[in-house]
Nanobody, 117 residues
């Protein structure tokens, strides 16, 4: 099973930016879909963004125009650039990939993002 390690979370003021990274333990060329979920306290985990091997992206409506997902297959890494952050973006952000053709199938341990007002 692929191991996923996130980094880049932290505390930022509203309007600020953060970039999350997620490094996979196996070649990203073998991974079709990579993406990010988030879970705020007391809420269900929700999909934030996905990107396919070919670069096709998909975003939640709440982050469209503010967040950008990208991947570097040579580095086995997926990124989430988050701009114009809002307090409601506060959550634990999880990296996910497909496994045996099912997405999500593998998860990272999560990284906390806190946006202060």
């Amino acid at each position: 099973q692929v191991q996923l390690v996130e980094s880049g979370g932290g505390l930022v003021q509203a309007g600020g930016s953060l970039r999350l990274s997620c490094a996979a333990s196996e070649s990203a060329f073998r991974i079709n879909v990579m993406g990010w979920y988030r879970q705020a306290p007391g809420k269900q985990r929700e999909l934030v963004a996905t990107i396919s091997t070919g670069g096709r992206t998909n975003y939640a409506f709440s982050v469209k125009g503010r967040f950008t997902i990208s991947r570097d297959n040579a580095k086995n890494t997926v990124y989430l650039q988050m701009n114009s952050l809002r307090p409601e973006d506060t959550a634990v952000y999880y990296c996910a990939t497909d496994r045996s053709g099912i997405f999500p199938g593998s998860w990272g341990q999560g990284t906390q993002v806190t946006v202060s007002s």
